[in-house]
C-alpha cells in the first residue's frame, strides 16, 4: 500500500524539469513540454469523482492513465482515457466526437467507476455521457493530465476532497481523496459508534417461472415466441430477455415472504429502443392490491446497459415493473427487459466497545440513506435468531443485529 497523507499530483513522476507545481503540488504548469502530470495513488477499483479545473489551457487532455503505462509522455497511450478540450474523446492515437469543448476557468468532473469500467466527464455539472466503457484492461489507475503539443502550456488544479468541489457529486460515487486507511467514528454520550453500509442485492438465479422455490415469476403478457422470452428471463443471468408487445405491461416477482428494497438495478436488451422510457416500481402483499412506489423517467437508454433506480424503503411480498412508455413506440410498442436485480443500500448503526480499525467509514457522505438501528444481545456467538436475523458479538459484549 502507498503510504500518502493525502491525494495530490505526484511531482516525482515528472521527465521534464520545466514543469512546476505549486499549491501543495494540486496545481501543475507543463510548459512547451507533451509531458503528463498523474496524481501520487493510483486506484483499481470502487467508484470515485475528482474535478480538475482549467486555468491557462491549450491543447488540454484530462483524464486517466494506467500505472502500466509509466510516465512521462502518455498523450497517444492506448493505455489512457482522455477528453480533449475540443470535446473529443481519446484513447491512444484514436479520436472520437464526445461532448462540449472546454476553456480557460471550466471545471471538469470525473466520474471514474472501475467496478463497472466506465468513465464520465463533467463540464461545469452537467455531464457529457459515459466516454469509455473498456476500463477494465486498464488495471490500476492515474488521474491525469497531458497535451499533445510541445510548444503549449497548461495549468490545471486537481480537487481530490468533497467539500472543495464546485459541484454535487454523482450518486454512489466517493471523493477520489479519500484513503483506505482514513475512517470515521461518531460520539455521542462517551459511546463510540460505527456507521456500516448494508449494500446487498438478492440475486434470484431464476430458471423458469418457479424455479427455485419459493420464488414465482409472472407477466401481464409475453411475446409470441414464449419459449423465448417468458417472465423469468429477467431474473435470471440468460442472454434472452423479458419481451412483450403492445405496452403498457408489466413484469414481476413474488418472493414468498416479505423483503425490504430501495433499489432496483435493470438491464436493457441488445434493441436499445425496446428499453423503458417511463415506468413504475409497484409493490404488493397478496398479489392482488398493489401500491405505487415511485414513477421513474429515462431520458436516456443504450442498449445492454445497467441503471440503477432507488426509490423509498418498502416492504412487499411482490414487487412490479409496470412499463408505461418505451423509447421508439413502433408499430408493435415492444419492450424488452434483459435483467431486473432488487436490492437493499442502507446504513446500520454500530455501538462499538473498543477502538478497532475493522471498524467506521472513510466518509460520511450518505447519512440520509436508510437506517437500520441495531439492538443489543448478551451471546456469545454468530448465531441465526429467526429467518434472515442474525447476532454478531463485538468484543465478547453486546451483539449487533443484522437483516441478511
Known amino acids: 500500500m502507498i503510504d500518502i497523507d493525502k491525494v495530490t499530483w505526484d511531482s516525482a513522476k515528472i521527465n521534464h524539469s520545466a514543469t512546476v507545481f505549486s499549491n501543495n503540488d494540486l496545481t501543475a504548469y507543463i510548459k512547451h513540454s507533451d509531458q503528463t502530470v498523474v496524481t501520487n495513488y493510483p486506484k483499481s477499483s470502487g467508484k470515485w469523482y475528482f474535478e480538475l479545473k482549467m486555468g491557462s489551457i491549450l491543447n488540454a487532455m484530462v483524464g486517466i492513465v494506467s500505472v502500466k503505462s509509466g510516465y512521462g509522455s502518455t498523450h497517444n497511450s492506448t493505455l489512457s482515457r482522455y477528453y480533449a478540450i475540443n470535446g473529443s474523446k481519446i484513447e491512444g492515437n484514436t479520436s472520437q466526437s464526445y461532448g462540449l469543448a472546454y476553456s480557460n476557468n471550466d471545471t471538469i468532473g470525473i466520474a471514474l467507476n472501475l467496478d463497472d469500467g466506465t468513465i464520465e466527464f463533467y463540464k461545469n455539472g452537467v455531464s457529457q455521457g459515459i466516454a469509455f466503457r473498456t476500463l477494465s484492461e486498464l488495471g490500476e489507475v492515474y488521474p491525469a493530465f497531458t497535451t499533445n503539443d510541445t510548444s503549449s502550456s497548461i495549468t490545471v488544479t486537481a480537487i481530490f476532497e468533497e467539500q472543495l468541489f464546485n459541484y454535487p457529486i454523482p450518486n454512489g460515487y466517493k471523493p477520489y481523496g479519500l484513503l483506505p486507511y482514513s475512517k470515521i467514528l461518531l460520539k455521542s454520550n462517551n459511546k463510540i459508534y460505527s456507521i456500516e453500509s448494508n449494500n446487498s442485492l438478492y440475486k434470484t438465479y431464476m430458471t423458469s417461472d418457479t424455479v427455485p422455490a419459493p420464488l414465482r415469476s409472472s407477466a401481464s403478457s409475453v411475446y409470441i415466441n414464449a419459449s423465448s422470452y417468458q417472465a423469468w428471463r429477467a431474473f435470471s443471468e440468460s442472454t434472452n430477455n423479458w419481451m412483450a408487445d403492445n405496452v403498457p405491461q408489466w413484469v414481476q416477482l413474488d418472493f414468498g415472504s416479505k423483503n425490504i428494497f430501495n433499489r432496483v438495478r435493470i438491464k436493457s436488451s441488445n434493441e436499445a429502443n425496446q428499453s423503458p422510457k417511463r415506468f413504475q416500481v409497484l409493490g404488493s402483499n397478496d398479489g392482488s392490491n398493489y401500491h405505487v412506489i415511485q414513477e421513474f423517467s429515462v431520458n436516456t437508454w443504450e442498449a445492454n446497459t445497467w441503471k440503477e433506480f432507488y426509490f423509498k424503503k418498502s416492504d412487499y411480498t411482490v414487487y412490479r ?50 437506517m437500520i438501528n441495531k439492538n443489543y444481545l448478551l451471546q456469545v456467538e454468530v448465531s441465526e435468531i429467526s429467518d434472515n436475523i442474525w447476532a454478531k458479538q463485538l468484543d465478547r459484549k453486546p451483539l449487533s443485529i443484522g437483516f441478511n
Open 321 to 370: 415493473i409496470n412499463v408505461l412508455e418505451v423509447y421508439s413506440p413502433n408499430t408493435y410498442n415492444r419492450v424488452s427487459i434483459n435483467q431486473i436485480i432488487f436490492g437493499l443500500d442502507s446504513n446500520v448503526l454500530i455501538e462499538l466497545t473498543t477502538l478497532d480499525i475493522e471498524y467506521g467509514q472513510q466518509s460520511l457522505l450518505e447519512l440520509n440513506k436508510t
